[in-house]
């Protein structure tokens, strides 16, 4: 912003989206298909990766505990978002047969929640980090049609569940 130029985050040839920075400012965090993943284009899963800002050294979130939720080899990681109070992370999870919401702690390397919600394309945090609202679609196909519902929601924190939900 200083500078009023564009500054390439990361330099290579992966797909790298969705960033977020820390509270702190002094990392980002995103989605990637690195090498990690052993494809480099094309379909496959992203993961989640920080970036140090002042280092460029980039390492991928990988815990037992994100193993543990689904026992699946594609699992597509999407949408990260930072609490803007703690260091905790919420993102999509979208596998073969659903998707789920998830909060993850990066000190304690634990899972906080874990819902079922319709494919995530966006999360937002409350600036108190005590609610979380997403949009998600979930497509259903059939023999003659494609249908999808969209669904716009809260999540209270504390009481880990939805507390608004509206579907069109």
């Given at each position: 912003i200083k500078t009023?130029?564009?500054?390439?985050?990361?330099?290579?040839?992966?797909?790298?989206d969705s960033p977020s920075f820390s509270p702190s400012r002094d990392k980002i965090l995103f989605t990637?298909?690195?090498?990690?993943t052993g494809y480099f284009s094309g379909p496959a899963p992203k993961n989640i990766f920080i970036l140090d800002s002042s280092t460029k050294d980039i390492k991928q979130i990988h815990s037992k505990a994100l193993d543990g939720i689904i026992n699946e080899s594609f699992i597509n990681y999407n949408n990260p978002v930072w609490c803007p109070?703690?260091?905790?992370?919420?993102?999509?999870?979208?596998?073969?047969?659903?998707?789920?919401l998830v909060i993850y702690d990066l000190d304690t390397e634990e899972i906080k929640l874990t819902l079922n919600v319709p494919s995530?394309?966006?999360i937002r945090w409350s600036s108190d980090g005590q609610f979380i609202g997403y949009q998600g679609i979930q497509t259903d196909h059939s023999v003659n049609e494609i249908s999808m519902t969209f669904e716009v929601g809260i999540i209270d924190i504390k009481n880990q569940n939805k507390i608004e939900v509206e579907k069109t």
């Open positions: 009023k130029k564009y500054v390439r985050f990361t330099d290579d040839n992966f797909e790298d990637s298909k690195r090498p990690i109070v703690s260091n905790e992370i919420a993102f999509g999870m979208t596998y073969l047969f659903g998707s789920k995530i394309y966006s």
